[in-house]
């Protein structure tokens, strides 16, 4: 028996690992692939992530990652908005990073069930089973980190589920000819395309486009050919891009809708409580943040073999609402407002050049949408924060 069972093992799923396992709680972490692996991600993270890295004893560094300081923003018309990142950021890959962070967190301790697929969570008696393709296991406490969009959802009957998405993420890594240190976001007919290098001499091209779209044009090849290239900017790029995955990562139907961090008491993480919108860049890092909010309230909450009682657990979850609520609710809210600019050709273009006029509404947009930086509290983890 676990003190903690967490379903996923993307990045808020991680970082509560190595966290609560510091922390001197028994956790178990469940995922269905096997590491390393790719993720439909645009793969870049802010720099607010930075102090509370060091704290943990984690050095980006030596994983060649890309130091990020400018951001573009382009439409089909050819319109193009440049803007500074005052506190910049660095690109790095998921298929990296998640291996990275699985490396540290098994080495530290935490147990790892890789391959395994989780087929229902059920709560009673104050406690949880869960249950996968091979047992059945028990604890107190139960994270949910698997990502946007899972059939967990549909267990746990949760409203955003039953209304659907019509965007399709599809991420590609492969060499071209782009400035080391730029973020750019190439728009296009209902939808846009990150690109960012990443480690070493990748770079990650991550689109959003619309379902109808891709059913009316066949084919992913077919959708970049007349969609997503419609955007100059990113017809050049594609021209003379050397793909370096057999085959592109797509994802169905990712929602932006509103989701809530505690469902039938599982407490959830990263963008299983909530996912901003891609253009805005800060996924990874929320993913980050919110891994830290929830471990630091559970750790307020919660001793290993001590009683739990219902309202304690009442608490916990409580708490950790308000906490999530505050930090996040806001920047979600806007990220989806944002989002519907960015489904029309004349809207994009239209907001491009009003940014291009109106330095301060651009700067008014960065800070709504990204945090600050950020670290543990005082004695949160203290003397669990970097072991030897």
Not at 325 to 345: I, K, M, P
């Amino acid at each position: 028996m676990a003190d903690v069972i967490i379903v996923g093992g993307g990045l808020a799923g991680l970082f509560n690992a190595l966290l609560l396992n510091r922390a001197g709680m028994q956790v178990t972490l469940i995922e269905k692939k096997v590491y390393p692996f790719h993720r439909v991600c645009g793969e870049y993270i802010s720099n607010e992530v930075l102090p509370f890295f060091d704290q943990l004893g984690i050095d980006v560094a030596p994983l060649q990652v890309s130091r990020i300081n400018r951001l573009e923003v382009t439409a089909a018309s050819g319109a193009k908005f440049s803007h500074p990142l005052d506190l910049g950021g660095f690109g790095l890959s998921r298929y990296t990073f998640d291996h990275y962070m699985y490396q540290k967190a098994s080495a530290e301790g935490v147990r790892f069930l890789l391959d395994t697929q989780v087929e229902d969570i059920r709560f009673h008696n104050n406690s949880f089973e869960v249950i996968t393709n091979h047992e059945t296991l028990t604890a107190p406490l139960v994270i949910g980190a698997f990502g946007k969009r899972s059939n967990l959802d549909r267990k746990l009957n949760r409203a955003f589920f039953y209304r659907r998405s019509p965007y399709v993420g599809i991420k590609v890594h492969a060499k071209i000819n782009f400035p080391d240190d730029l973020i750019q976001l190439n728009n296009y007919k209902d939808g846009y395309c990150g690109v960012i290098k990443v480690e070493a001499d990748r770079y990650c091209m991550c689109s959003l486009a619309h379902r109808d779209d891709l059913r009316k044009y066949g084919s992913l090849e077919a959708l970049q050919e007349n969609i997503i290239c419609q955007n100059p900017y990113q017809k050049e790029l594609f021209d003379h891009a050397e793909l370096l995955m057999d085959k592109p990562e797509v994802i169905n139907e990712i929602s932006f809708e509103k989701k809530q961090p505690v469902e039938n008491h599982i407490l959830m993480s990263g963008d299983t409580a909530g996912m901003i919108a891609p253009l805005c860049g800060n996924g990874m890092t929320m993913a980050i943040h919110s891994a830290k909010i929830l471990s630091e309230t559970i750790r307020q909450y919660y001793r290993p073999n001590r009683p739990f009682p219902v309202q304690q657990r009442a608490a916990l979850e409580q708490a950790y609402r308000q906490a999530w609520n505050q930090q996040f609710a806001r920047r979600l809210w806007v990220g989806r407002q944002l989002q519907h600019l960015f489904g029309s050709n004349r809207m994009i273009d239209w907001a491009i050049r009003s940014l291009n006029y109106a330095p301060l509404l651009s700067q008014l947009v960065m800070e709504r949408t990204h945090g600050k930086p950020f670290n543990l509290k005082p004695s949160a983890f203290s003397p669990f924060v970097s072991p030897k």
